[in-house]
């Protein structure tokens, strides 16, 4: 480690107000955490023992790999939607992204939405329909899709209801993830869904899709047929590597990268192609964005741009002044990411962060900056922009054309106050 002599940050590496630290002067630098004498637990010189873990042999090999036992509080926070009893299957679980590292969502901790349960569903005995206006009327088994050509597309699945918490005129305390986590990123592998559509020949009337579900809501909904032909939609059979679980639509379903997660029809049991959109439940009395006019907005399918800090953050507290790592996630049903900044000081001043590189177009970014905190209140906030130009909204920017308590395609500023004993609260601002 670096000397422990205390060499607070030159004005040239200070990149915006509250102590956000310019990264490349830190890397330039050589100079390590202990080189400010402020780490929040310095080594020390002393002697290790042998654990007891090293003295004996450890556990045998196993079929399906689990996560440490130490890790058991890493897990999706439920939420049913009803109390009554009534649907007590309809419901959501939150991907907990304060305490994920990377871009990629275990399978295990990607979030679940469901409108009337996770059906069982044997594969031997499930089939999928192609029909309507098209020339050939395909149904295929399971054993039938998995011998095409298949593709893999790395992208995010995002709920149009994420960040619902954050419509309540007050702000809930809850976790970054109960707040932002009804989304997961994930490498998916299917069929493509045009060489399906080009199968079955398509009717030269056809312009949008009905595509349904097999669970017992039988989800369904409206998509552009040109969507399908000319984006990267695909049946999706695989979630990184492994076969879909239940309650991501197994055996198979649609993925739609970038569009509302709604669409990305689980349990996919049919697609009919028609003229024009069918108007089901699921894109009238919901998945629709009300206005002040009393107008609501249908069809509004990309998921805008969006970022979250997720540390430090709710739970995920800084414990003394020091040297820390701001950190969190960015993604854009738009495209790539282009830049992130973040701000200390309530939006007064930003900072660039860095974006880890690979991160493909509509898929999850991981940022980074260097946070010298001198242990005073501080607001932290991040600013994603992605490669269309588009820039995340302040929350009362978001808010101005929509109805009170609108809960969907919520894509505004998330904005975290640090107090000077560490709590992290969720703020308006």
């Not at 594969?123 to 011998?147: D, M, Q, T």
């Not at 702000?171 to 045009?194: F, K, M, Y």
């Not at 998509?223 to 309650?247: C, S």
């Not at 894109?283 to 964005?289: A, F, P, R, V």
Request: charge should be positive.
């Amino acid at each position: 480690m670096a000397s422990s002599k205390s060499l607070p940050p030159s004005q040239e590496s200070i990149e915006a107000g509250g102590g956000l630290i310019n990264r490349r002067w830190l890397m330039k630098s050589g100079l390590a955490i202990g080189t400010f004498g402020l780490t929040a637990g310095a080594a020390r010189a002393e002697q290790i023992g042998v654990p007891e873990w090293s003295s004996t042999p450890g556990k045998g090999m196993s079929g399906y790999g689990q996560p440490s036992p130490f890790e058991s509080d890493v897990s999706r926070p439920a939420l049913k939607l009803f109390t009554d009893g009534i649907a007590d299957e309809s419901g959501v679980s939150f991907t907990p992204l304060e305490k994920l590292a990377g871009t990629m969502t275990p399978n295990g901790l990607f979030f679940e939405r469901h409108h009337s349960g996770i059906p069982e569903i044997d594969p031997a005995k499930h089939k999928f329909a192609i029909h309507g206006l098209v020339k050939r009327r395909l149904v295929f088994s399971v054993e039938n899709l998995l011998r095409y050509p298949m593709v893999t597309r790395t992208c995010f699945i995002e709920c149009a209801g994420n960040s619902l918490f954050n419509s309540l005129a007050e702000p809930q305390q809850r976790s970054a993830g109960e707040i932002h986590g009804l989304i997961g990123n994930a490498e998916w592998t299917g069929v493509p869904l045009a060489l399906l559509l080009e199968e079955a020949g398509v009717d030269v009337e056809a312009k949008w899709l009905h595509v349904e579900g097999a669970d017992a809501a039988k989800m369904s909904r409206s998509v552009p047929l040109k969507q399908a032909l000319a984006g990267d939609a695909i049946i999706a059979l695989y979630q990184n590597g492994e076969r879909l679980r239940p309650e991501q639509g197994y055996p198979m379903r649609l993925v739609l990268p970038g569009w509302q997660g709604n669409m990305c029809v689980k349990w996919l049991r049919r697609i009919k192609l028609v003229t024009k959109p069918l108007h089901t439940k699921d894109e009238t009395s919901k998945y629709t964005l009300l206005q002040k006019d009393g107008k609501a907005r249908q069809f509004t399918f990309e998921m805008g741009v969006k970022s979250v800090i997720t540390a430090p953050s709710p739970g995920v507290t800084p414990s003394g002044k020091g040297l820390y790592q701001v950190s969190g996630l960015a993604w854009s049903g738009g495209g790539r990411i282009t830049r992130v900044e973040i701000s200390a000081d309530g939006g007064t001043s930003w900072a660039d962060a860095h974006i880890n590189p690979g991160s493909g177009p509509q898929a999850l970014a991981r940022f980074r900056l260097p946070w010298l905190w001198d242990g005073s209140p501080r607001t932290l906030m991040s600013r994603a922009t992605d490669e269309t130009g588009s820039v995340q909204p302040t929350r009362e920017a978001w808010y101005r054309p929509f109805a009170a308590g609108q809960l969907f395609h919520q894509n505004a500023i998330q904005a975290w106050a640090v107090a000077a004993n560490g709590e992290v609260r969720n703020v308006y601002a």
